[in-house]
Every structure is written in C-alpha cells, then in structure tokens.
C-alpha cells in the first residue's frame, strides 16, 4: 500500500518580514520545501504540495525540483485541516496512507516517518508525531494517556493546566487517506484564532472509536522555521550534521567547523578538505582528492587524487580529471581538465577541454565572450600553453603542441607546433642608461625650484 504525502506550504510567513515565500528561503542552497520533501524520500506514493502565499514561484520551484509533483493552491488559509482537503481531489481514490509534513520543517528524519507507519501497522488509525519540549512554548500541547493521544489543544485555546504540559506536537500526521481527508473535512473553526485545526482529527477520531497515537522524536527534528534567525540556526545545524556525516564516512577535514557544505555535497573516501573552503550545490569530490584552503567550488567534478587550491574557484561544468591541479586563483568553468593537466597559477579557463598531461602556463587566458557569443577552446594531450597566453576562442590547440609566452592565440595550432604570436623585441644599446640620468636630474630640478 502506497504512502502518500500532504506537504503544507501555503502560510505568509510573515514573521521572515520577505518579498519570498518562507519555504523558498534556502537551507545549504536547497529551498526549506526541498528539505521537508526529502523526509519524504522513503514514500513511494503520490506527492503534493499545498501552495497560497507566493503561490506561482513556489510551485514553478517545486516542479523545477521534481517534475511528478502535484500543487495545488489554497487561496485562502484558513488552517491546516482546510489546507489538507485542498489535496482532497488529488488523493481521494488514491488509497494508502498519507502524511502531513510542513514546508518551513526541514529536518524531520525519514526513519521518524518509518517508526510512524510502524505505529500505523500495529494498529493505531491516527499517528500523531510529538516531542518534548524544553520550551514549550506556543506549540500544540498532546493530551495523552501513555502513548494514546487524547486531543491537541493549541497554545491559544489552552487553559493554564494544559499548557503546563511538555509534550508537543511537530505538526506531523499520519492516517488511511480517506480518514485524513474525512475528519480533515469535518473539523470545525470554532476557536481563538477561528481557523480550521487538523489537530482537531485526534478528539474527532477518538469519538468514532478510532486508536489515536503519539510517536515522539527528539525536538531537533521539529524545529520549523519562522524567521531569518530560525533559518541561521537551521544552517548551522545542517552543517554541524553534514560535517559529521562525512568526518564519519573517512574524509579528513582540518577544521571542520569551517567548512561550509550544500545538500547535495558528495566527497569520497580519503579526501582532504582544508580549512575554509566553500562547498556550494553539486559537487563532487572523488576519493583521494584534496582541496586546499580559500577554494570556492560549485556545480564541478573533482576526480581521484586530483588537487585543487589554495584559493581555487570551480564553477558549474568544472570537471577534474583524475591527479590533476588546479592552483591559486585559477577560475575554471565549463571546463575538462584532462588526467594529470596542470593549471597551476592565476588563469581563467572557460568553456574549454584541456588534455590529459598539458601543462597551461601561468596568467593563460580562455577569451571565451566576444560579448555575444561563447565560444569554446580545445587543447590536445600533453602541451604546453606559455605563461600569459591568450586563446581567443573559438580555438583549438593540438597534442604536443606549445605557445610561447605572451602570445595572443587567435589562429588554430596544429599538433606538435610551436606557435609564437607577439612583437618582436628590440635592444637599444644603452638607451636605458640614458633615459634614467635624464628622469632623475628633471626631478632634481624640481626639487629645487
Ligand atoms: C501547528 C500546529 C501545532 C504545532 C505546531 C508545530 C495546527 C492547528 N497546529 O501550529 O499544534 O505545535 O504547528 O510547529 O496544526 N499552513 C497552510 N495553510 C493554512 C495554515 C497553515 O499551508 O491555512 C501551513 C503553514 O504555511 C505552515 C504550517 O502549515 O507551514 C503550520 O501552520 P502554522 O499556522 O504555522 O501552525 P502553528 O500555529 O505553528
Ligand atoms: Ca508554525
């Protein structure tokens, strides 16, 4: 039987006081809703995503990210129980279970998802997820009777008894979908803030003779985001765990508490990660490799026993071949750098190939843009491009080719050519000599008068 998935992100947001829709806000360069979907990742049934607030750019990220899913829009919030049926027509023959997760919750795990449909298969209709707060706050409070949940009430319609309690609720549920959208249907609006609450399908549930009970997980998991201050936090706690993560699949990092990964940031075993260095989304990073302090990588490839930095910058396209170097203030995009290629020192390497075992000069130069167009270059296998060389695509280069130093490369060179294309130097005799004893004594005579 499938499970399917309610993710609810229609709400303003307000407290984030922003043009963008709170579940756009980034988390390790992935929107809060992204994170929320991938608590999900283990359920195989249909996916949907309430939008409102902002509506048209969440759902135009949502099917960016994954094309299967369905959006559907709540024009008006009017409360979480409301929010669910506006996926009525979506789910209601679908069958199966559903869960409800919130899109400003990116951190519930997916194994707290598995001990909830556990729950389900030992028999409880309604599966509410809860945990105990150290501030409780103004969450929901779960009335219980050891692991049976008698009712939620909400922070606002609480008496001083009730919001004693600890337990609170995530906000996460899970039951058959027909009994989710039915008592999600049935829930009235009569309360404080006079909105439709799907807390409320717990006490309706009970009332039909229905098993209504809690799964807890630790508070961590819950913590939703509601201002810029909550999504710093959040960062800093998927860093804390991303870095953990990879210390614990054998990649050595130096200072670990600087390195700053994405989502999807994939390094292998063995590598070494220095300090200070700037992961952003898509990137990968094969055994062995190491990348040196100060380097900024993005969308790359970085292969086996490759070195890159100090003070590198990998640009999306950027892929490393295996053992090869990318030095200090090099900027490579677009880019293959063959097996063993070296870019040492101070260049730009743009919409290029680049062979395996050439060596590019210090200072080199892809002139990729001629203000319109991009244009690519190609060099060959084990040549050698002179210190401040410019290739001014579109441009290829052959194998064992070599370009002296300084040259302006704007005709092809053939393999195993040397191609020397700047003036021609000329010595004056002497001249040098001359030319200072004439500068100092116009400075001596300045001084004077
Ligand atoms: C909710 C729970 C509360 C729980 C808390 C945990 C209810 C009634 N209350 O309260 O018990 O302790 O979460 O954080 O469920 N949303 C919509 N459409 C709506 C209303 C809300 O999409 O009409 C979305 C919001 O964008 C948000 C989420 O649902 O992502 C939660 O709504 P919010 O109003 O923040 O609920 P809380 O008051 O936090
Ligand atoms: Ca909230």
Redesign the pocket.
Known sequence: MPTHLIL????AGTRMMSDRAKVLHEIAGAPLFAHALASATDLDGRKVI?T?HEGASVRKAALELDETLTCVE?AE????A??VTMAADTLKDAGGDTVML???TPFIRPETLQAMSAARAAGADIVFLGFEAADPAR??RMITDGDTLIR?V?WKDATEDERAITL????VVMAATDTLLRLAAATGNDNVAG?Y???DIAALGRAEGMSVKVVTCDEAETL?INTRADLAAAEAVFQARARADLLANDVTMQAPETVHLSFDTHIGRDAVIEPNVVFGPGVTIESGATIRAFSHLEGCHVSAGAVVGPYARLRPGAELGNNSRVGNFVEVKNAQIGEGAKVNHLTYIGDAEIGDGTNIGAGTITCNYDGVFKHRTVIGKNAFIGSNTLIVAPRTIGDEAMTATGSVINRDVPAGDLAVARGKQENRPGYARKLFSRLRAAKAAKQKG
């Open positions: 609810l992100a229609a709400g309430v409102g709540q919030q009017k409360g979480t409301h929010a919130f899109g400003d969450y929901g939620i909400e609170c609720n995530s906000g909105e609450y799907l807390t939703g």
